[in-house]
């Protein structure tokens, strides 16, 4: 099992930043790579980015140029810069591992944290 808590969500207006971070635990060795999810009021869940063990990194065509995914590997921890916010990134951030063991995706979720951007 993989554990992640996430930090960082807040109240900014449109312009601001924020940074997320998400500490992983538990049975990490394994984990493929490690990303961001985020679920507006109404809507399903989507990708924002995912980076890899290998450092490859991948974003949601409507992030990139503002947000920025990284990872520190000493402290197990991976972040999501978030630059020029607009109102259409609020929703509920999820940190989110991966694995793929013979084949089989396994996901790990951490309990989200709330976004929200006031015009």
């Known amino acids: 099992q993989v554990q992640l808590v996430e930090s960082g969500g807040g109240l900014v207006q449109a312009g601001g930043s924020l940074r997320l971070s998400c500490a992983a635990s538990?049975?990490?060795?394994?984990?493929?790579?490690m990303g961001w999810y985020r679920q507006a009021p109404g809507k399903q869940r989507e990708l924002v980015a995912v980076i890899t063990t290998g450092g490859n990194t991948n974003y949601a065509g409507s992030v990139k140029g503002r947000f920025t995914i990284s990872r520190e590997n000493d402290k197990n921890t991976v972040y999501l810069q978030m630059n020029n916010l607009n109102t259409e990134d609020t929703g509920v951030y999820y940190c989110?591992?991966?694995?793929?063991?013979?084949?089989?995706?396994?996901?790990?979720w951490g309990q989200g944290t709330q976004v929200t951007v006031s015009s």
């Open positions: 538990g049975s990490i060795f394994s984990v493929n790579g």
């Open positions: 989110n591992a991966y694995k793929v063991v013979f084949g089989v995706l396994n996901d790990y």
